[in-house]
């Protein structure tokens, strides 16, 4: 996981480093946040996302009830309809995993650029 959210980011990032990383994930895929972080930070070693701070949200799951309609979140699956106690539960969500965010390392360089500045043209005579 932490491998394919990495290719991702290096996607997404165009060969620019990398700051900071947020990924959401649904309850229902019970990541572990710090060995999530911690297989993050192994397999960008090197890369341009190397020493980028990982940020997991946890997203709770939704159900429905099918005999009294009430919708919830939960941070985990009930066997049980919080309001009438029915078991007639339907799961909507929880289990997505999606890449939030790329947050990159500012530069006074754009990169390719002979000039070495930010970019902007020159200044008409």
Same mark, same amino acid.
Request: proline residues 6%; contains cysteine; hydrophobic residues 45%.
């Given at each position: 996981?932490?491998?394919? %959210?990495?290719? =991702? ?10 700051? *900071?990383?947020?990924?959401?994930? +649904?309850?229902?895929? *019970?990541?572990?946040e @710090?060995? %999530?972080?911690?297989?993050? &930070?192994? =397999?960008? @070693? +090197? ?7 990982l ?9 429905? /009830? #099918?005999? /009294? ?9 009930l066997? &049980? /309809? !919080?309001?009438? #106690? ?7 969500? #929880?289990?997505?995993?999606? %890449?939030?965010?790329?947050? %990159? ?5 754009? !990169? ?9 043209? !020159?200044? !008409?005579?």
């Amino acid at each position: 996981m932490a491998e394919a %959210l990495l290719a =991702a980011v290096e996607r997404g990032a165009d060969g620019r480093p990398v700051r *900071r990383v947020r990924v959401r994930a +649904g309850v229902l895929l *019970r990541i572990d946040e @710090a060995a %999530l972080v911690q297989a993050f &930070a192994v =397999a960008a @070693a +090197g890369t341009v996302a190397d020493g980028a701070d990982l940020e997991v949200i946890v997203d709770p799951v939704r159900l429905s /009830c #099918g005999r /009294c309609e009430r919708t919830t979140t939960s941070d985990g699956l009930l066997a &049980a /309809c !919080p309001a009438c #106690g029915a078991t007639d539960l339907r799961i909507e969500g #929880g289990d997505e995993l999606a %890449l939030e965010s790329i947050d %990159l390392v500012e530069t006074a360089e754009v !990169p390719g650029n002979p000039r070495r500045d930010r970019g902007n043209p !020159p200044e !008409p005579a």
